[in-house]
């Protein structure tokens, strides 16, 4: 039995439809490079991997040169990234009848692993209020430093926004494991959010990453100055 044909422009799962990020791009993909015998696919892997090293290298640059203004603006870029990714693809956006919020949110997650991180998971719908996924397999599982995975959270946060601009339904997440720390997974809890409640969880371990960076930044540039004042002095 042959696979079912991959609808290039529509994705759905759960009850939820949802228009594919990229799609002109994509097929362009597929016609001319996936298409070619001589053209091993694993070279966009590295690709992507080189791509998403720099995102981490620029960020710590950053910190580095400009300090907290510096990665605001990093920040910002990659958050903003997210809401234009979610924008597009929510223009799709349909949900049966009879479909919980909950599980519009979960597939919604299964859209962002699978097509945006490139990742296959595992779903549960726990209860209305609660679902969670483990991630069984990331492109930057074996690249990333466990810090590094920071940079991905800005773009998470920006397609949480756009969901809820959209569809009118808040979501919060908070990860329990990764696999850069040794987990065989990357676990993640999500949960549906009562209506007025402004600030994600997901948003404020951020903020507290974002300050731990600055301190490991600074932390470093004293180092890196001091180890220079030593090497000039004994010229």
């Known amino acids: 039995m042959s696979p079912k044909p991959i609808d290039e422009k529509r994705w759905e799962r759960s009850g939820i439809k949802l228009s594919r990020h990229f799609a002109a791009s994509t097929r362009k993909t597929r016609d001319l490079a996936l298409g070619r015998g001589d053209y091993d696919p694993a070279r966009l892997f590295k690709w992507g991997q080189m791509m998403a090293l720099a995102v981490v290298r ?65 779903p549960r719908v726990i209860s209305d209020e609660e679902c969670s996924c483990d991630v069984l397999w990331c492109p930057h599982q ?52 009562p209506p007025g409640m402004e600030v994600r969880e997901w948003t404020k371990y951020s903020s507290e990453l974002a300050k731990r960076a600055l301190k490991r930044s600074s932390s470093s540039l004293n180092t890196e100055k001091k180890q220079t004042t030593e090497n000039g002095s004994g010229i």
């Open 142 to 193: 074996d690249h990333y430093k466990p810090f590094d995975c920071r940079v991905q959270r800005y773009i998470v946060q920006g397609l949480l926004e756009a969901f809820q601009d959209k569809t009118g339904i808040a979501a919060d997440a908070r990860f329990t494991q990764i696999m850069p720390k040794g987990a065989e997974t990357c676990r993640f809890e999500i949960r549906r959010l």
């Open 58 to 122: 620029m960020m710590e640059s950053a910190e580095r040169r400009f300090g907290a203004e510096g990665q605001a603006i990093m920040a910002e870029a990659l958050t903003d990234l997210g809401r234009e990714i979610g924008r597009e693809v929510l223009q799709g956006w349909e949900k049966k009848p009879g479909v919980r919020e909950i599980e519009a949110i979960s597939a919604f997650v299964t859209y962002i692993n699978e097509e945006i991180w490139a990742s296959p998971e595992l």
